[in-house]
DNA sequence: ATGTCTTTGTGAACGCGTGCACAAAGATGG
DNA sequence: CCATCTTTGTGCACGCGTTCACAAAGACAT
């Protein structure tokens, strides 16, 4: 801390705007990283910089937070990633639970970076017996027969679903049932839960949907652009006549 | 086709509000699930139940597409299946790149969703020459050395990245150099593209985030609510100092 | 101490997205 | 052909999020 803190411990955690809280761990990422180089302070300027985003909505956003930074100087490193990880529920550590360990569920059991931000992976759970007891990432499968005494075992209250789409409803309901609040998505599934319980999503099928769009849209305007109307790029066009939607374990939809 | 159709053909693809193109796959998912069930019209209220949004804005999403319902039936299925695809690009297909072939990028390679939507993995792609000539998912994977090769050989414009963080940025450059002009990146890093190109990210480290915090809120609420004012809820904390950001290749980052 | 210079914190304007509520359109039955 | 009933398409108002632009705060030099 290289100033003078004027700051005020800022107990008005309330009322952080949605917005700003999706971008709260942006900044915990930049920050982070700053303060592995041992950088002291960095300005609004900066930091909105290697966050990707306008300077004037850090700016706003931290002031959600409190007054955090010093005027003429710009915020201090490692008090700002305290107050984030604060802000974030990041100073206590959270169990974790993967149900649906296929190809996606291994992924996100192998991937290091739970462990390193509060979060733990408590126990991963399938529906073949054939996996129980198998060890991924170093963890052995559970079945799901058991799921209700691993999640109050362990006090779980974030579970992420990872199954086919058939099975997803059904693996929430247990969840919830069993006293999760929040859950993270990835299977292509639009679920159902009581008030009080979140529910966040990831969906690779939509994303790349999205982005086809876009992509179109670019090659419509550059071949209305040079000559006639019909859109010429990246054609390799079969129509791709699917069969039935394939229920998949992993990351994508329909 | 039940009734009659007074439709227009609607090439104002042009205006599309963002927020409308990242629902339309999501509608076709849905609409996707009628049709294999043979369900020849549906209306707004039950679409919008099924797609798990509001009727009035599914309404006037459709509205930006063109006139496609009919008063006092609903929308005709089949058409409505086929107007979105179109829209969103998915009659043409896409053939993708993904690079990184670690836990994510088998993932991802694996799964079969891929060719369901108009889009085909035409390669993989990774920088350990171990990794080259081994298949995944029935494609040897490739070395990154021809990276420029394959995607100009392929007519690639979509490239996803699962690659570490430290590599992102490098094989973002190639990808956009080589003439990919939209990228899915998984990697916990904010990529810097040229104007004309596409960015879209997914992170399951700031999901669980953002997760963490409304997990956080409630409980400090609940425990508000009936003694003091210090959480209770779901805590194990130990406060997780964990080591330096690890890099990882996967899907979360930090 | 005083002035200058940098950078924060925020008031205000704007634009996008959402949801209500209703008129118009069309189907259906008599 | 008319009346009734269902459901779409949309005008309108509201609220959230973004951005600009600037005054106030503080560091730093003299």
Redesign the pocket.
Known sequence: M???R??RPATRSRGI????VA?LPLYLRALTALSERSVPT????E?AAAAG?????L??D??YLG?????????DVEYLVYQISRELGLTQDWPVVIVGIGNLGAALANYGGFASRGFRVAALIDADPAMAGKPVAGIPVQHSDDLEKIIQGNGVSIGVIATPAGAAQAVCDRLVAAGVTSILNFAPTVLSVPDGVDVRKVDLSIELQILAFHEQRKAGEEAAASDGGVPAAATRGESADQGPDGDMPAVMPA
């Open positions: 290289a100033t003078g004027t700051h705007p949605e917005a700003t971008r960095v300005s609004s300027e930091l985003v306008n300077s004037a909505k700016r706003k931290f002031s007054s955090y930074g010093t005027r003429g100087v710009g915020y």
